[in-house]
């Protein structure tokens, strides 16, 4: 079965880094686009960037536009989130996600807390 497992999350000060990674599993990874999407408390989840299935084409939410980076790896199956410049406004649950035949599927999230 399709499994996606994220990590990578933690505390950090603002203007710090983190880099978040999402091993897949369960599915043809090199042929599947993925996507990072977050939640904070009380606010509904959010796309953050997408990559296509072989990297040449990414996408960025405008609020994390010059700070962060999605790659992926397609030889180890994984994804990441690199995350620079890190915010307060930034807190919340990182979790990646990739649509496979037509269905969505996420992993279960990791924390990141930027504080001020």
């Known amino acids: 079965q399709v499994q996606l497992v994220e990590s990578g999350g933690g505390l950090v000060q603002a203007g710090g880094s983190l880099r978040l990674s999402c091993a897949a599993s369960g599915f043809t990874f090199s042929t599947n686009a993925m996507s990072w999407y977050r939640q904070a408390p009380g606010k509904e989840r959010e796309l953050v960037a997408g990559?296509?299935?072989?990297?040449?084409?990414?996408n960025y939410a405008a609020f994390v536009k010059g700070r962060f980076i999605i790659s992926r790896d397609n030889v180890k199956n994984a994804a990441y989130l690199q995350m620079n410049s890190l915010k307060s406004e930034d807190t919340a649950v990182y979790s990646c996600s990739a649509l496979v035949i037509g269905v969505r599927y996420w992993g279960q999230g990791t924390q990141v807390t930027v504080s001020s």
């Open positions: 990559i296509s299935s072989g990297g040449g084409n990414r």
